[in-house]
């Protein structure tokens, strides 16, 4: 691999894993730059055979580097957590380093709870090297509550909390699919801020009331002001967890073009086919 167009942003290989040198200052000026190269080498990671050689093509993980990198804002947080996740999907070994020196980034790690996701050691030889280290044991323990304490450790920072630019609706109903098993849930509105977090509310209470075959059935003039996958992917990951699966239909173009660009198409598909009820 190539070092990417980010400037600072270093691509290697080093005992089959990628390893991302990460630029000396992370903020949501370079953030999207890096993102897509973080992506690309866990896509290809997860794509290549296992050699375990100095010289492979990442197959045996992901290492991402923050060496000496400054954390300007919430993007190098949110930057890795959204890492984790896609890594899970993808079934690719994700690992982090923070050298001890860089005790303002290892105390956002144990605040938010990273440290519990991903695997931190204190150096690019011991992260391509022996087993992970023993994963903490307080903090948030998944994705979605990360990224709540990363809001709660940058509450100012406008690129976690966007308002939106008009009062937003969103409406919620739900159907029964023909199969007698998948509950439709349809959505016609705007998904922002206000109104995602009360989609994640009801898709939640249908889970604990136990519904675990789940489609959404969006709109074509659904409104997307917001990206909805940390709510969507968590829901996701605990029906899945049960042997069910959350779909997503007629999504809007631009929800269509996070999950290709994400590589998540085939996250979000039902286990067999949905058709509504006569």
């Given amino acids: 691999m190539k070092d990417t167009m980010v400037p600072g942003l270093r691509i290697k290989t080093r005992r089959g894993f990628t390893v ?20 690309r080498a866990l896509t290809l990671a997860a794509r290549a055979p296992a050699t375990g050689s100095e010289t492979g093509a990442g197959a045996a993980g992901v290492v991402i580097d923050f060496g000496d990198a400054v954390l300007l804002d919430a993007a190098g947080l ?13 079934g690719c070994r994700l690992r982090a380093v923070v050298p001890d020196a860089s005790a303002p980034v290892r105390r956002a790690l144990d605040a938010t709870g ?24 307080t903090g948030p323990a998944d994705t979605a509550d990360v990224l709540d304490a990363i809001r709660a450790l940058h509450p100012g920072d406008a690129a ?7 009062p937003s609706e969103l409406t919620i109903t739900t159907t029964a699919a023909a199969d007698g098993d998948h509950t439709v849930v349809h959505l016609s509105g705007v998904l922002d801020q206000l109104t995602v977090p ?18 959404l059935r969006m709109s074509a003039r659904l409104g997307l002001r917001c990206d909805p996958l940390p709510i969507l992917l968590g829901i ?8 069910g699966c959350l779909s997503l239909l007629e999504q809007p173009a631009k929800l269509r073009e996070i999950i290709d660009r994400e590589g998540l198409g085939s996250v979000f598909t039902a286990c067999r086919t949905v058709e509504p009820a006569a």
């Fill in 78 to 90: 949110v930057l890795l957590a959204r890492a984790e996740t896609r890594a899970r999907l993808l």
């Fill in 20 to 39: 991302l040198n990460m630029p000396a200052q992370i903020s949501w000026q370079n953030y999207a730059g890096i993102r897509e190269g973080v992506s």
């Fill in 160 to 166: 976690l909390t966007p308002a939106p630019s008009v």
């Fill in 198 to 215: 009360r989609l994640g509310e009801t898709l939640t209470s249908l889970v604990e009331g136990s519904l675990r075959h789940l489609a």
């Fill in 114 to 137: 990273l440290g519990r996701l991903v695997p931190v050691f204190p150096d690019v030889a011991a992260a391509t090297a022996g087993r992970p280290p023993a994963r903490r044991r």
């Fill in 236 to 243: 996701r990951w605990r029906v899945a967890a049960e042997g």
